[in-house]
């Protein structure tokens, strides 16, 4: 009960699914076998940017044991998972855009015979010029999207917040510096699967493991042409997602397509190479970041330029683009922000989003020239961080609004626990401490298709011997989402979780949920999961009241009982309370729902970056380095994390070392490199990640500040962990070492290179030189919100 006077909520529980994890029986999309299934196989691209001359199946249908292959002209119709950019087609048409790029797919027996049809198709390219990075695409080049040449850009924002050149002219210390964060992946365990049946009953049937089912439904009804009411769409429990499962996929509609050409299921599982072509992950980001001080540390203003290298297409970009420039205000105080930034298109994989969704990229440079700052004007990194931080229900200069905050509250307790004050500056050479914050989004605060529906449903059944069943779209991605809503319900009805059946991801009998992602599904799906169940407490405590001829305001629901507050012995079972309520108003079934409140500003592109609510975390990271070889050990990490209310404590500790492991690997070891457009180790052997022996220990401490609109208080904790972890290394680095590396990922190379510049009397740094030049848009002025206050 950890004395909030709950009976389950935040106490610690095993998921609720673990017994059938840990003994092998959760079926993945992969563990799927359908009587008469086919084997299906994507042919892809081995050139980055090329002309589609001619495509030749004849070869591969007259094959023995192949039953279909489908070109792109099967499947004209473009997709995308954001409304505005709806620019893939399933399988290239004329234009392939990246290596690995689908362009057809077959039917087989077997995955031989798969193997054999893919390598007698005959495809004719005619190369063309291929743009690589930010710096191609500022400049003439072969457009990516459309005829002729030009810029490859996708998006750009240029938006103005308050007085920018007052708030420079009143700094005592302007800094400038520029960061890059290179592009790196999700490497899930899991490879990417679907499974599609076309049924004689003319339905298709498809499971996949995905994290949005509902967006998946949506594109397989555009794609193929069909009614929603005739695609039924199952999410089975995903083996790893990290954002890397929120796009519709090629290989999705493809294996539905060729089930409706076969009439037999279709599987395709995507190989490790695939994957990493199939990508989605972060973004690479080049920065350029201006900011001005008072002498004290107090930030006046700052100027962000950020430039995306996208890749092939749109994906979730736009969003992204803004999600660079949206969340700096969230932590800190700002009083004046400029934010420029550019989404270019390149010959390479399309980035999407990856846990903290464009926003680790701009905070490794906020928190890395923040450090510096404090630096130069003489201020401990503590200090200078405690000046500026948002305080509790307040709103930014750019329209975020604030609701609970237990920034000040992580920060002290991360300082306290690791001794920070004490060992900065101060351990012996070679080791050195990194202090961090950041935050993130509770869910975002509009869907993706703009509409006035509900963002989370969720159903909740009641049989006539008290068996409770929960209805959600929800999908559980490993965040133990299903846990989640067993917590929440069997709280407010008085039940055991482990009790609860739960059922999830499934558009033929879950209601919407708009899916996994965001951080959005323990506040918006654990709030519909409220509603519903408080129904249906009523319902049964009605019924329970007018048996004991007393009020329902009197009644308690716990251990199983619905029973007069303060005298447990009056009142019945939960069993037989529901046959009371079934006798009164009939079968039980309750319908919940969740809709954020309005809080976009008044300018474009303000959708992005809005939240119900904003988790906060700090992190301090202790480093030891070789100077020899420039090899970083981390020691040891403290992150504590704003949470709101811990629902499960269990479950927070391990989103909390999730996020850190993620972190560590994001900031040291992991790159999604390429040598031109070719991918330059796409394998888990080549693409380097922590392993256990890496992985230090994590101390973990949960803030609660009860947010006011959260389900019983709760906010996120799957994706903000992450986010102080990798500028805390950088300045843990700089402080045992005192040279700055400005570019993510950190590896020995870039640590002996900065070191040999300090020895021969240089600033002792790695990072970018310079950025491209950009036409960033008009500039947007916006007034800053009535009532705020820098």
Same mark, same amino acid.
């Given at each position: ?6 009976s389950v909520v935040g106490t610690r529980r095993p998921r609720v699914d673990a017994g059938l994890q840990v003994t092998g029986r959760t079926v ?433 059944k009641v049989d006539r011997g008290g068996g409770v069943t929960v209805f959600s779209m929800a999908a559980d991605v490993g965040q133990g989402s ?76 716990? $251990? ?5 507050? !303060?005298?447990? &012995?009056? *009142? ?5 309370? /529901?046959?009371? #309520? +079934? ?122 500040? $009860? ?5 019983? !208080?709760?906010? &996120?904790? *799957? ?5 102080? /972890?990798?500028? #805390? +290394? ?61």
């Amino acid at each position: 009960m950890e004395g909030h006077g709950f009976s389950v909520v935040g106490t610690r529980r095993p998921r609720v699914d673990a017994g059938l994890q840990v003994t092998g029986r959760t079926v993945f999309a992969d563990d799927i076998s359908l009587p008469g299934m086919l084997v299906g196989r994507l042919l892809r691209s081995p050139h980055g940017h090329a002309r589609i001359v001619r495509i030749d199946t004849s070869r591969a249908r007259a094959l023995d044991g192949v039953e279909a292959v489908i070109t792109g002209a099967d499947l004209p119709i473009t997709f995308g998972i954001l409304p505005v950019s709806q620019d893939e087609h399933t399988l290239a048409l004329d234009r392939v855009r990246y290596v690995g790029e689908p362009v057809a797919a077959v039917a087989a027996r077997d995955p031989e015979t798969a193997a054999r049809a893919l390598a007698l198709i005959e495809v004719e390219y005619e190369p063309l010029e291929e743009t690589l990075s930010v710096f191609d695409a500022g400049s003439d080049r072969l457009l990516i999207h459309g005829d002729g040449s030009g810029r490859n850009v996708h998006r750009r924002a240029a938006l103005e917040f308050g007085d920018v050149d007052a708030g420079f002219a009143e700094a005592d210390h302007i800094r400038e510096d520029l960061y890059d964060f290179l592009g790196n992946t999700h490497a899930a365990l899991e490879q990417h699967c679907a499974v599609a049946s076309h049924g004689p009953d003319g339905r298709v049937t498809i499971w996949s493991s995905t994290q949005v089912p509902h967006y998946l439904h949506r594109t397989l009804a555009r794609v193929l042409e069909m009614p929603t009411g005739r695609i039924r769409v199952v999410a089975t429990p995903v083996g790893g997602g990290f954002g890397g499962k929120t796009d519709p996929f090629s290989h999705e509609i493809a294996a539905a397509r060729l089930s409706m050409e076969t009439g037999r299921p279709v599987k395709i599982t995507l190989t490790r190479e695939e994957v990493f072509y199939s990508h989605r992950g972060r973004h690479p980001v080049l920065m350029w970041l201006r900011t001005g001080f008072k002498s004290d540390g107090t930030i006046t203003a700052a100027h962000l330029r950020t430039h995306l290298d996208g890749g092939a297409f749109g994906s979730y970009g736009a969003a992204t683009l803004y999600y660079t420039g949206a969340l700096q205000t969230s932590t800190y105080r700002i009083p004046a922000y400029r934010f420029e930034g550019v989404r270019c298109f390149t010959n390479k994989p399309p980035c999407g989003p990856k846990r903290g969704h464009g926003t680790p990229q701009p905070r490794f440079a906020i928190e890395c020239q923040l450090d510096a700052a404090a630096e130069d004007l003489g201020i401990d990194p503590v200090t200078i961080r405690r000046r500026n931080l948002v305080e509790p229900f307040t709103m930014t200069v750019n329209h975020l609004r604030i609701t609970s905050c237990g920034l000040a509250e992580c920060l002290d307790r991360v300082v306290e626990a690791s001794g920070f004050t004490e060992k900065h500056g101060r351990l012996p050479a070679g080791r050195g401490v990194g202090l961090a914050v950041g935050a993130y989004l509770s869910g975002a605060g509009l869907p993706i298709y703009f509409n006035d529906m509900p963002q989370s449903e969720v159903n909740i059944k009641v049989d006539r011997g008290g068996g409770v069943t929960v209805f959600s779209m929800a999908a559980d991605v490993g965040q133990g989402s299903t846990s989640m809503l067993a917590t929440i319900v069997a709280e407010v009805l008085g039940l055991d979780p482990s009790g609860l059946a739960v059922v999830t991801a499934d558009t033929d009998l879950t209601p919407v949920d708009l899916g996994s992602y965001s951080s959005r599904v323990t506040f918006m799906a654990g709030n519909a999961a409220l509603d519903a169940a408080g129904k249906m407490r009523n319902l049964v405590f009605e019924a329970v009241a007018a048996e004991l001829g007393t009020s329902p305001d009197v009644l308690v629901a716990e $251990d199983g009982r619905i029973s007069m507050e !303060g005298d447990p &012995e009056k *009142g019945m079972s939960w069993e037989e309370a /529901v046959r009371a #309520a +079934v006798a009164r108003s009939g079968p039980l079934s309750t319908s919940g729902e969740y809709r954020a409140p309005e809080l976009a500003g008044p300018y474009k592109g303000s959708g992005v970056g809005i939240s119900p609510a904003y988790s906060y975390s700090a992190a301090v990271v202790e480093v030891t380095c070789d100077p020899d070889t420039g090899m970083v050990a981390v020691d040891r990490v403290w992150l504590a994390h704003d949470v709101g209310r811990a629902l499960n404590r269990t479950l927070v500790e391990g989103q909390i070392e999730g996020g850190v492991y993620m972190g560590l690997g994001e900031a040291l070891m992991e790159e999604h490199a390429f040598r031109d457009a070719l991918h330059r180790g796409p394998s888990l052997l080549d693409y380097k990640m922590p392993t256990f022996l890496d992985m230090p220990p994590v101390e973990s401490i949960i803030v609660e500040t $009860d947010d006011p609109e959260g389900p019983f !208080g709760a906010k &996120e904790v *799957g994706q903000g962990p992450l986010l102080p /972890v990798i500028p #805390a +290394v950088a300045n843990a680095i700089h402080d045992a070492l005192g040279v700055r590396i400005d570019e993510v990922p950190i590896t020995p190379d870039k640590v002996v290179r900065a070191l040999r510049d300090l020895a021969k009397g240089g600033a002792g740094r790695v990072g970018p030189e310079a950025i491209p030049e950009f036409d960033y848009g008009r500039m947007i002025s916006v007034d800053p919100p009535e009532g705020f206050s820098a």
